[in-house]
């Protein structure tokens, strides 16, 4: 099955700094690669996401690349701000599998 | 108001007996997931369930059991065979059928802590 990577583990930056979490899969049949933030007490919820057949992709602060032939995925924030600070999951899924396989989180920490 | 909802929030059990999550949604979502979120080991999945009385096994079901016989309802029973119980558990839900795509959103609840006292 699809085994999901995720580096950093914690990641603590100042606020304005950027944010880099790096993210790794295994199987070659996923072609869908969802981003998900989770804030203290509350559920993930989706903030961007990317297909296998774009290496980018840009949303205000946040963009997310994709390298399929090395099989690695990025998630980079810029100017980070304070809101920012949540657990960050990565996710690798195969299209039309519906069952995403998520990285073990990272934990940001942007500091005022 | 639509969304996903799980009750309760807090949730304590003796050691030995069983206890069901509560997990509602009127999104009209096809399919309905449980995971559960230990310190450092992400989300993984218990069980899922793509249709109406039908559902799968997850990565870690041993202990769980679950039911569909609601499209917007799917609670989860931690039976006493579960040895480590106690973790955050999330439900969530998606679309599958009628959008046409093969890649759909999951949206959670806002999660139960179990505790085994």
């Known amino acids: 099955g699809e085994n999901v990577e995720q580096h950093p583990s914690t990641l603590s930056v100042q606020e304005g700094d950027s944010a880099v979490i790096k993210c790794t899969y295994s199987?070659?049949?996923?072609?869908?690669f969802p981003w998900y933030k989770q804030e203290l007490g509350k559920g993930p919820q989706l903030i961007i996401d990317i297909r296998s057949n774009v290496g980018e992709k840009k949303d205000q602060r946040i963009a997310v690349t994709l390298n399929k032939t090395a099989k690695h995925f990025s998630l980079h924030i810029t100017e980070t701000q304070p809101e920012d600070s949540a657990v960050y999951f990565c996710?690798?899924?195969?299209?039309?599998?519906?069952?995403?396989?998520f990285g073990r989180g990272t934990s940001l920490i942007v500091h005022p | 108001d639509g969304g996903i909802t799980q009750s309760p929030k807090y949730l304590f059990r003796k050691e030995g007996q069983n206890v069901t999550l509560s997990c509602e949604q009127n999104l009209n979502h096809d399919a309905m997931y449980w995971y559960r979120q230990d310190p450092g080991q992400g989300l993984r999945l218990i069980y899922y369930?793509?249709?109406?009385?039908?559902?799968q096994k997850g990565d870690i079901a041993e202990g769980y059991s679950v039911s569909r016989e609601k499209k917007e309802s799917f609670p989860l029973t931690v039976t006493s065979a579960q040895k480590n119980p106690t973790a955050f558990y999330l439900c969530?839900?998606?679309?599958?059928f009628g959008t046409g795509s093969s890649y759909n959103e999951q949206f959670f609840g806002p999660g139960t802590r179990l505790t085994v006292l």
């Open positions: 199987d070659s049949a996923s072609n869908y």
């Open positions: 996710a690798a899924e195969a299209g039309g599998s519906y069952i995403p396989t």
């Open positions: 369930s793509q249709i109406v009385n039908d559902f």
């Open positions: 969530a839900s998606s679309i599958i």
